[in-house]
């Protein structure tokens, strides 16, 4: 199945077949060069929600991958939300869709509970 036709730019859950493209770097840290271009297709194997820096974290199993410096497929990863999300983001569609929305709205409780976590701590801070 190769039908990456739903858009998922912001919303990818745990369990989604995703294809993102990411940008590859070589040499130091300090003097890194851009290679060029990856596109990944890959399994959501678990996704996070970190309530301090509101980042989302995703577990990927490759599935497949071509460009600079493909990743073997098998092999899992982790990317940052903002990293798998940058350059646009589709994904196949579910055999059940309706699943997907339980799973959705799981997500998004959780980032409702850690922005107002994070809202509150905030509020405190700026008590003192």
């Known amino acids: 199945m190769d039908d ?7 919303d990818v859950v745990a369990g989604d077949t995703i294809r993102f493209s990411e940008g590859v770097f070589g040499g130091s840290f300090r003097r890194s060069q851009f290679l060029g271009e990856r596109l990944v297709e890959a399994r959501v194997i678990r996704e996070s929600y970190g309530a301090d820096r509101q980042q989302h974290t995703f577990t990927l199993g490759v599935l497949a ?4 410096e493909p990743l073997a497929a ?6 940052k939300g903002r990293n798998v999300y940058r350059n646009g983001t589709w994904r196949q569609p579910w055999p059940d869709e309706a699943a997907r929305r339980l799973v959705a709205s799981e997500k998004h409780a959780r980032g409702d509970v850690a922005r ?12 003192y």
């Open 65 to 68: 991958s071509s460009g600079v």
């Open 4 to 10: 990456f036709s739903s858009p998922c730019t912001g």
């Open 116 to 127: 107002a976590v994070r809202q509150a701590r905030r509020e405190e801070y700026d008590g």
């Open 74 to 79: 098998g092999t899992t990863i982790r990317r």
